[in-house]
């Protein structure tokens, strides 16, 4: 009979919640905004890199000229992420 209760009382306490504990209410948690500027200038820099390759097949000199505006975005938007955000 013991031995029930005491497997009982394991799962009620392995399946808590522990949110609903009244310590836990009152916690204050900061959630810090992420770099959407930096990303965007990543992705930027990336799209920029991507169709700077395939215009180099095309038109060489506007495609060297997108692949170097995409290649500095992307470094730079990266190098901002870090500085920032370590």
């Not at 009244?22 to 990303?39: C, G, H, L, V």
């Not at 390759?53 to 870090?82: D, E, H, K, Q």
Request: proline content about 2%.
């Amino acid at each position: 009979m013991l031995d029930r209760e005491s497997e009982q009382r394991k799962d009620n306490q392995s399946t808590e919640n522990y949110s609903d504990r009244p310590e836990n209410q009152d916690k204050t948690y900061t959630i810090q905004q992420t770099s959407k500027a930096y990303k965007g200038m990543t992705l930027l820099g990336c799209l920029g890199l991507i169709s700077g390759f395939f215009c180099l097949f095309i038109a060489p000199a506007f495609g060297v000229s997108i692949l170097v505006l995409g290649l500095s975005l992307f470094l730079f938007g990266n190098l901002l992420a870090w500085w920032h955000h370590g």
